[in-house]
């Protein structure tokens, strides 16, 4: 990895060489989360924009030399990334916009965001020779361990909140993962997967914890970036729970900005349930958010219920940085959202994908994106992933199905109502 000059510390700025350490800042345990810095004279030799127009790997793996793993390391066979950017005039015109890209991370191998990252740690995992590889989730991001563990033959362990939605527990199981439900919130479930890596020598994928995981996820904005021809978008909707997303896409921009890929920085704009709204709530108050305390979170949205962020410097400054905002949506605006989002463009998001298309209906209607702008939502997970959470949002708009006999005598009856 000679392209990573050092892994620099969030709170100290102390540096340290890769094989120094393999997750955190030692001085202050596991909130010690530090960044990757790279060199970027030697990635830009090799690689460019040039470069990049004739590689026909369509995945995450055609940015290799700016990913923080070994040469020659092997990577998993599943194809991850290179999700589509579907531009969606209809969508944009019924907010009053010109200019709108969904990115479908649906479209993934085990079907959200959460594949970008946890590829980056079953291939660390596997470099640093681990028997086993455990995670602490709200559920993607364990289906995506399970997943990539499977492609390989990689043993896991997975800790999940009992109350994990189901299609993502039959994901685990199905992938053959051990699977811990535990009793207590995904904050249980963090603290317990870290006690028990360290007990028993496990590679921690964990969010925040884990430096790499942001890399995986800063993925998503240099393929935006490439998609729209390096011509950058002025703003970025994403939702944030840990705030490992958010931070790994400002992540990426920079990478970006650093070798001279695009012009300026896109707005970044972070949307979070009411109900679980830490870094919201921070940023409206300009708190401090490594000694603010965790908060009680509850949404329908599981994905992004984080009562404490775990990646919260990075989210913030990410925001902070990008001269973005943090927008907080009702559990029935994001339900809502999902039909809304899926009408306008096809593509069918789970409670917290949808989240941020639900930022950007409240953005256009408090003036905080203009119609000419350029505009990106990104939907973080499919809606597969929560058929419960779809059942409710399209009560929320009043849709419902018409029931038939079998025969073309009640149809006639059913149609002449409508
Ligand atoms: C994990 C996740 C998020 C939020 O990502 P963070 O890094 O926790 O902020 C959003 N949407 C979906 C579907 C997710 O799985």
Redesign the pocket.
Same mark, same amino acid.
């Given at each position: 990895m000679d392209h990573v000059l050092h892994l620099r510390s969030l709170l100290s700025g102390r540096t340290f060489r890769p094989d120094e350490i393999d997750y955190v800042d030692p001085e202050f345990g596991p909130e010690g989360i530090v960044d990757v810095v790279y060199d970027y004279d030697l990635i830009g030799r090799r690689i460019s924009r040039e470069s990049l127009r004739r590689d026909e790997n369509h995945s995450i793996w055609r940015y290799r030399p700016l990913l923080p793993i070994e040469p020659d390391s092997p990577l998993p066979p599943l194809q991850i990334g290179w999700t589509p950017l579907y531009e969606t005039p209809g969508l944009a015109a019924s907010l009053g916009l010109r200019h709108l890209w969904v990115k479908d !991370?649906g479209r993934n191998p085990t079907a959200?965001? $959460?594949d970008r990252a946890s590829a980056i740690a079953v291939v660390k995992a596997q470099e640093r020779g681990a028997k086993i590889v455990t995670t602490a989730s709200? @559920?993607? =991001?364990a289906a995506a361990l399970s997943g990539i563990c499977a492609s390989v033959g990689q043993a896991n362990v997975i800790f999940v909140p009992e109350k994990a939605p189901a299609a993502k527990v039959a994901q685990l199981l199905a992938y053959g993962s051990t699977v811990m439900l535990v009793r207590g919130t995904y904050d249980d479930a963090f603290e317990l997967c870290l006690q028990a890596a360290d007990a028993y020598g496990w590679y921690n994928r964990n969010?925040g914890f884990n430096p790499y995981m942001s890399e995986g $996820?800063k993925t998503a904005t240099l393929e935006i970036c490439e998609q729209l021809n390096w011509h950058a978008p002025d703003a970025i909707f #994403?939702? #944030? @729970? !840990? @705030?490992? *997303? *958010? /931070? @790994?896409l400002h992540k990426g921009l920079k990478d970006l900005l650093a070798l001279g890929w695009i012009e300026r920085m896109p707005r970044l704009i972070g949307v979070q349930a009411a109900g679980s709204n830490y870094l919201a709530e921070a940023w409206e108050r300009g708190e401090d958010v490594f000694t603010k305390p965790p908060i009680p979170a509850e949404t329908v =949205?599981d994905? *992004?219920s =984080?009562g404490l962020?775990? !990646?919260r410097l990075k %989210?913030m400054a990410a925001v902070v940085e990008t001269n973005g905002a943090y927008i907080t949506v009702s559990d029935d605006e994001i339900l809502a959202a999902i039909p809304l989002l899926a009408r306008g463009s096809g593509v069918f998001a789970?409670p =917290?994908?949808a %989240?941020a298309y639900a930022g950007l209906i409240k953005a256009v209607a408090q003036g905080l994106v203009s119609a000419d702008e350029r505009i990106v939502v990104l939907n973080? /997970?499919s809606g597969l $992933?929560d058929v419960v959470g779809a059942m409710k949002g399209v009560e929320l708009v009043k849709t419902q199905p018409y029931r038939v006999d079998p025969d073309l005598e009640d149809l006639r009856r059913v149609m002449a109502t409508l």
């Open positions: !991370d959200s965001f $959460k709200t @559920g993607n =991001a969010t $996820k #994403v939702s #944030v @729970g !840990d @705030g490992c *997303i *958010i /931070g @790994g =949205a994905s *992004i =984080a962020p775990r !990646d %989210a789970e =917290a994908g %989240a973080t /997970g $992933k």
